[in-house]
């Protein structure tokens, strides 16, 4: 359930790139359906996270199909810039927001990681190679080395156009519960953000203690989520179906 964190967390640092905002910007809808661009991502994140081989590779190639129209240019750091959803840079920032969100999401208010951070990171290495980044990091102390590079190189900037995203996000037009939920969230998203990412969106921690009241409003949602068949369930079941198929070697056989 971190993952409602994360996703918001993600989007605020993706939005620190000028190229990955451009696109944002040009092309996609998000003010007039935000629930149905949230959606589209969460069935990317889903499919390939809990789906079989074939499933997260179509998925993939649906996202890289409304990704070829998305190309434009933008203002640079050092002057004006062409732009395609399929530059290795943006790629490679993009897998590195969703990356470094998750997984800091994952610590703060998930269970323990099978293997760590760097598990952690090489499992998701799997997305970027089918997003076709040709070498995504495979540590922890790799991906927040790559990711502090767009710092350092002073590719990453804060304009209106961010500030404009980031007052979109605090106030997504959510009612009822959902509304006051989204608060929390999008509060412990900010909390939750190393501070020179905080500092560059002209953000501030929450003076209430939203880590806290975080695993609160999250475990409400997991109790809830969990009253139906959910998408890890069905890969639970797969996998029990193909360890009941798998062949018996003969070394196992014998003993």
């Known amino acids: 359930t971190g993952t409602f964190v994360a996703g918001i ?15 944002v910007h040009d092309f996609s809808r998000y003010r007039e359906g935000p629930i149905g661009r949230l959606t589209g991502t969460v069935r990317w994140i889903i499919c390939v996270t809990y789906g079989s081989t074939e499933q997260a590779a179509r998925e993939t190639a649906r996202v890289a199909r409304l990704h070829e129209r998305v190309q434009g240019s933008y203002e640079s750091t ?20 969703f990356t470094e969100a998750f997984l800091g999401a994952h610590e703060r208010w998930g269970g323990a990681i099978p293997g760590g951070p760097d598990a952690y990171v090489r499992e998701w290495a799997q997305a970027g190679r089918l997003m076709h980044l040709a070498d995504p990091p495979l540590s922890e102390a790799e991906l927040h080395a790559r990711t502090s590079g767009y710092l350092s190189r002073g590719e990453l900037r804060r304009d209106e156009r961010v500030d404009d995203v980031v007052r979109f996000l605090r106030g997504v037009p959510f009612t009822g519960p959902m509304r006051v939920a989204y608060r929390v969230l999008f509060a412990a998203a900010v909390a939750s953000l190393p501070r020179e990412y905080r500092r560059l969106l002209g953000l501030r921690r929450s003076p209430l203690p939203v880590i806290t009241i975080t695993r609160l409003v999250l475990a409400v949602s997991a109790r809830a989520l969990a009253a139906g068949p959910r998408a890890q369930d069905f890969a639970r079941q797969r996998l029990r179906r193909l360890r009941e198929s798998r062949p018996i070697a003969a070394d196992e056989a014998s003993t």
């Open 78 to 97: 050092t002057g004006p810039k062409s732009y395609s959803a399929a530059d290795a840079d943006l790629v490679e920032w993009v897998h590195l927001a």
């Open 9 to 23: 967390r993600a989007l605020l640092i993706q939005a620190l790139h000028p190229g990955a905002l451009a696109g």
